[in-house]
Every structure is written in structure tokens, then in C-alpha cells.
């Protein structure tokens, strides 16, 4: 990675300390299915880290359907709906190898720990994964208007922490977060397929190589 003193660590939520990314997969599906069209799992990888607007127009792209505002308003609240009911049955058992660990890890190094999520659930699932007090600041879609590419969540997160966006490294497993934190200015761990996530410094397929080296990304 490109030299500099990482003072903190800002963690995106899905696909990075949980794997959310099934249930808004389900949740997706069955709209689809209810408009009269199927949503593959290959259609889910582009609407990783956008918001639940945007996820929609792509889902209605991928139907070749047009709909109104106010239709687009219900679809989204109804997706919703169906969502937050899949995720409040989680349990800490979901949380992903090595996460939480690596997160305590870095900050017995010192270092400040920022969660950074375009999710408006983000404060539910925290809740039911029981790792709320992991983070010294949570940034969600409820605390920014511009989703990522747009590295508004990192800045807000960084800002509030306290540190330069440089001395930041952001971890990530989609695409449009990735560039978030290049625009940023941030360093950026890529969390799944380096095929996904070409422009990330370094990836990782999970925590458990970091733990094992008592690495720490600069």
C-alpha cells in the first residue's frame, strides 16, 4: 500500500463484518418476482454498496420496466419491509471469520475504529450481531445524502473520528466503495475476489491471513 501512518480503520458493513448481501438478495428477488421477472445472483453483484434508490432503478433497468416516483417510493418501503424481517432473526453466529477480532486487533494498536455503511439498518443489525460498542463512530445511510462512488460516508466517518482522510485505510468488497475511498484520499483493503475489486491496494479473501501476520495495512 502506499506509505503512510493508518491512525484509523473504517469498515464497511455488508460482505465485510456480515454478509448481509443474502438477504438483500432475497429481498430484491422476490420484488422482481412480484413484477413479473427473475433477479439473478450475477444481477445482485452490481447493486453492492449503492443505495436502496439506485439498487431500484437498476432492478427496473434489469425488468425493462418504468414506473412512477410514487411507485418507486412503495417498491423501495416494501423491499424494506421484507428486509429488516429477514435480518432481525441474525445472530452474532453470522458475523464473518475473523472480523471482529482483526477490529479489536487494530485497536489494541491504537488505532480508531470507524464502521462507514450506505445501510439505513445498519443500527439494527449492529444490534442484533451485539458488536455496537466495536466501533468509536458509526456513519449509516441515515447520516449521509450521497451514496457511494461519492466518498461522503468515509469523510463523514474520518471527520468525526477525528483523523486526516490519509492516515485512513478503508475496508471494502464492492466496487463503488472502493473507489469511495480512493476518491477519499484513503487507503483501501479490498474484502473478497481481486477480480471484483481491481482497484483496491491489496486484497483479502477475509480477516484470518491479517490475524495470523499481526498485520496492520499501510
Known amino acids: 500500500m502506499t506509505a503512510r501512518t493508518m491512525r484509523a480503520a473504517i469498515f464497511d458493513l455488508d460482505g465485510v463484518i456480515v454478509d448481509t448481501a443474502k438477504y438483500h438478495y432475497l429481498a430484491w428477488k422476490r420484488l422482481a418476482l412480484e413484477l413479473g421477472f427473475d433477479f439473478s445472483e450475477a444481477d445482485n453483484e452490481r447493486l453492492k454498496g449503492v443505495s436502496r ?15 412512477s416516483e410514487a411507485d ?29 477480532e482483526y477490529i479489536a486487533f ?23 450481531l451485539q458488536i455496537g460498542a466495536a466501533f468509536d463512530v ?9 451514496a457511494k462512488p ?4 468515509f469523510t463523514r466517518a474520518a471527520a468525526d473520528l477525528g483523523v486526516p482522510n490519509a492516515d485512513c485505510v478503508v475496508f471494502e468488497d464492492a466496487e463503488a466503495g472502493v473507489e469511495a475511498a480512493i476518491r477519499a484520499g484513503m487507503g483501501c483493503v479490498g474484502v473478497g475476489k481481486p477480480g471484483n475489486l481491481r482497484d483496491a491496494e491489496i486484497v483479502i479473501t477475509g480477516f484470518e491471513p491479517l490475524l495470523t501476520l499481526n498485520m496492520v495495512p499501510r
Open 72 to 100: 418507486r417510493e412503495a417498491m423501495a418501503a416494501r423491499k424494506n419491509e421484507w428486509y429488516v424481517q429477514y435480518i432481525s432473526d441474525m445472530t452474532p453466529d453470522e458475523l464473518l471469520p475473523g472480523a471482529v
Open 150 to 153: 461519492d466518498p461522503e460516508v
Open 138 to 146: 458509526v456513519v449509516d445511510g441515515t447520516k449521509v445524502s450521497k
Open 106 to 128: 487494530l485497536r489494541s494498536k491504537g488505532i480508531k475504529i470507524a464502521l462507514a455503511s450506505a445501510s439505513k439498518n445498519a443500527s439494527l443489525i449492529l444490534d442484533r
Open 53 to 67: 434508490m439506485r439498487s431500484l432503478e437498476i432492478l427496473l433497468e434489469i425488468g425493462g420496466l418504468d414506473v
